[in-house]
């Protein structure tokens, strides 16, 4: 059974730092395109970063560029969100995704990442307070 579970969330302040991570079971991080989403409260979710495995390469959108990290632990099979610099506006339930099909890339369209046929974590609270 492939499950996803995030962990790490809470309350932060603006401009501090927050990890969130994702522990994978039922396969293997190393070969499917994983990524991170996010969803506020009266806004559509919005796929942020995601690594694509069909070429190795990892994206991020504008809003997150230079200041999130997406990176795979194969060892762990867990996937880590580093923030830094978080604002008011990061606030939302983040949800890890992976792409239940083999070496996939990511898909874009509209401003946000998407995997063509996810399975997806429950999900995390974030709160950034100002």
């Known amino acids: 059974e492939v499950r996803l579970v995030e962990s790490g969330g809470g309350l932060v302040q603006a401009g501090g730092s927050l990890t969130i991570s994702c522990a994978a079971s039922g396969f293997t991080v190393a070969d499917y395109a994983i990524g991170w989403f996010r969803q506020a409260p009266g806004k559509e979710r919005e796929g942020f970063t995601c690594i694509s495995k069909s070429s190795g390469s990892t994206h991020y959108a504008p809003s997150v560029s230079g200041r999130f990290t997406i990176s795979a632990d194969t060892a762990k099979n867990t996937v880590y969100l580093p923030m830094n610099d978080l604002k008011p506006e990061d606030t939302a339930v983040y949800h890890c995704?992976?792409?239940?099909?083999?070496?996939?890339?990511?898909?874009?369209?509209?401003?946000?990442?998407?995997?063509?046929?996810?399975?997806w974590g429950q999900g995390t609270q974030v709160t950034v307070s100002s």
């Open positions: 995704a992976a792409d239940s099909r083999l070496w996939t890339a990511c898909g874009y369209y509209s401003g946000t990442f998407y995997l063509h046929s996810p399975h």
